[in-house]
Structures are given as structure tokens and as C-alpha cells.
């Protein structure tokens, strides 16, 4: 059986921005039971010219809802503002996935051909399969994991299995 570009985003997305919900949702807990502000934890970051945990929030959603869009030639939500806190948070990942859940695999028929642009490289493009497999994975996964990276520094309670979320184990028989 051969995967399918759907299968490598929407549903992965969808379980890793899950999982970062969860994350965030542990990170609210171990704020309160040692009372701290959480907006101590959601400005906190693992080196000084590194994004704040909020930020890699909003980053990982914008890559996955940007791709997503990109890739099938949808419109994706739009923020006029940055996420204000916690609850921002959670309701911009459950904006990203309500958006996710609307995609179908037929709508990334011909993804490969897009041509995906940035402001910042004019003149530059790249396709759509090489934008996919070179930047908005690589980039999603790494907004995720330095989340991930600073509630762990931070203390909260989490581990390797909060962040791979619900897996399809299947029981030998």
C-alpha cells in the first residue's frame, strides 16, 4: 500500500496538534498546583533568540493549516492578532483542526505542481512535493518538539507519550 500526501498531513497534523493541546492542557494543571502565572509558562523559552512556548504554539499551528491550505489550493483561517494566553491557544489548535477536518485526500490532487512563495524569497518558489518534504514537515515538527522542549524544562509532568498521542496498536492474537 503507498501513503498518500492526506495521510502524511491531515491526520498527522491533527494528532500532533492534539497532542500539543494536551501538553498545554498538563502545563495549565502543574501551573496551578504550584501557582504560577501561566503566562510565565507561555513566555518562557529555551534560549534567548528563541521563540517563546506561545509562539512555537502559533507556529506549528500556522504550518499546519498554511501547508494543509497551500497544498490544496483552500483558504486557510486567518488571525489578525496573536494568540492572547492559554485559552487563545487551545482555540487556535482546535480552530486549525475544525479547518483539517474539512479536507478530503482528493482535494491535494496535484499538490506536486503548486508553487508555494515567500515574501522573503522573491523570485523563489518551491514546488509543491519539495515544500511539503523540506519545510512545512521539518518546520511543523520542530515548532511541536521545542513546545514540547520548554514544558519540560519548565517541569510539567510529561512525557514521550504525551507527545506521540493516540497510536493504532493492534493486539496480536
Known amino acids: 500500500m503507498r501513503i498518500t500526501v492526506f495521510e502524511i498531513t491531515v491526520p498527522q497534523f491533527?494528532?500532533?496538534l492534539t497532542s500539543l493541546k494536551h501538553l498545554l492542557q498538563k502545563a495549565h494543571l502543574h501551573a496551578e498546583k504550584r501557582n504560577i502565572e501561566m503566562g510565565v509558562l507561555l513566555n518562557t523559552r529555551l534560549a534567548p533568540d528563541q521563540f517563546a512556548l506561545g509562539k512555537q504554539v502559533e507556529?506549528?499551528?500556522?504550518?499546519a493549516r498554511f501547508c494543509v491550505a497551500r497544498?490544496?489550493?483552500?483558504?486557510?483561517?486567518?488571525?489578525?492578532?496573536?494568540?492572547?494566553?492559554?485559552?487563545d491557544l487551545l482555540n487556535r489548535?482546535?480552530?486549525?483542526?475544525?479547518?483539517?477536518?474539512?479536507?478530503?485526500p482528493t482535494d491535494f490532487e496535484g499538490y506536486e505542481g503548486r508553487?508555494?512563495?515567500y515574501p522573503w524569497y522573491p523570485g523563489h518558489y518551491l514546488d509543491g512535493h519539495n515544500y511539503l518534504v523540506?519545510?512545512?514537515l521539518p518546520n511543523f515538527y520542530f515548532h511541536v518538539t521545542t513546545a514540547y522542549g520548554i514544558l519540560r524544562f519548565s517541569?510539567?509532568?510529561?512525557?514521550?507519550?504525551?507527545?506521540?498521542?493516540?497510536?493504532?496498536?493492534?493486539?496480536?492474537?
Open 14 to 16: 491533527i494528532l500532533t
Open 59 to 63: 507556529i506549528a499551528c500556522d504550518v
Open 71 to 87: 497544498l490544496t489550493g483552500t483558504e486557510a483561517p486567518q488571525y489578525a492578532e496573536p494568540a492572547k494566553g492559554y485559552h
Open 93 to 104: 489548535i482546535d480552530d486549525t483542526i475544525h479547518f483539517m477536518q474539512k479536507i478530503t
Open 115 to 117: 508553487k508555494v512563495t
Open 134 to 136: 523540506q519545510h512545512a
Open 155 to 173: 517541569g510539567v509532568d510529561i512525557g514521550k507519550a504525551d507527545y506521540l498521542g493516540e497510536q493504532n496498536w493492534k493486539k496480536e492474537s
